[in-house]
């Protein structure tokens, strides 16, 4: 099945540890994003790739780095330059060349201790 | 500029009573409109979209929506809640221009009560 798989589900980081979310799709779309909600909150984008290797950042991004050297995979580096990670992050991926569908991954929780 | 308004946070209605979420949109241009369903800790769904064809869209699970673009509304409706209809729901723009960011609702908590 086509689809967005991200992965861990659920992460754990310390003080000052760098952390990478992986998401990984099959559907063959060019643009790929992550998302970072909070509880109760909306979406807020921190990262979007219209193409292979090249990348904007979106309204978030201080803290937060990604690259996309395949197609298929955006991961999210979470930097302990963030001082506030504990959120549940989505990716996503929009098919612009039919529809405009956005697909969305199953989401990565990652926490502080 | 494009934008998404969601007029309600929150929603609560009785299991077997119709439901609506409202939304109304800002766009230069035709834009594809969605609607998608979050139950908690998973990812969003697409319930059902309109790119254009039929003003009158239906999903999955019931729910259809109508695009009238001259209130720029597209609400979300269904006619018989179920208690598994309890989730965030969320109206999206998706631009046509690939260069255009996605914009989001901020979403309305639908309530179902028994």
């Known amino acids: 099945d086509g689809g967005i798989t991200q992965s861990p589900k659920y992460l754990f980081r310390k003080e000052g540890q760098n952390v990478t979310l992986s998401c990984e799709q099959n559907l063959n779309h060019d643009a790929m994003y992550w998302y970072r909600q909070d509880p109760g909150q909306g979406l807020r984008l921190i990262y979007y790739s219209q193409i292979v290797n090249d990348f904007q950042k979106g309204d978030i991004a201080e803290g937060y780095s990604v690259s996309r050297e395949k197609k298929e995979s955006f991961p999210l580096t979470v930097t302990s330059a963030q001082k506030n990670p504990t959120a549940f992050y989505l990716c996503?991926?929009?098919?612009?060349?039919?529809?405009?569908?956005?697909?969305f991954g199953e989401g990565s929780w990652l926490t502080v201790v | 500029a494009q934008s998404v308004t969601q007029l309600d946070s929150h929603v609560s209605v009785s299991e077997g009573t119709p439901v609506l979420l409202r939304c109304n949109y800002s766009s230069s241009y035709s834009p594809s409109l969605f609607w998608y369903v979050q139950h908690p800790n998973k990812g969003l769904q697409l319930l059902l979209k309109?790119?254009?064809?039929?003003?009158l869209v239906k999903g999955i699970n019931g729910f259809e929506a109508e695009f009238k673009k001259s209130e720029t509304s597209f609400h979300l409706t269904k006619p018989s809640a179920h208690m598994s209809d309890a989730a965030e729901y969320f109206c999206v723009v998706s631009p046509m221009n690939r260069d255009d960011k996605i914009i989001f609702g901020k979403g309305t908590r639908l309530h179902i009560l028994p």
């Open positions: 309109y790119t254009s064809a039929a003003t």
């Open positions: 996503a991926s929009r098919d612009v060349v039919v529809g405009n569908t956005i697909y």
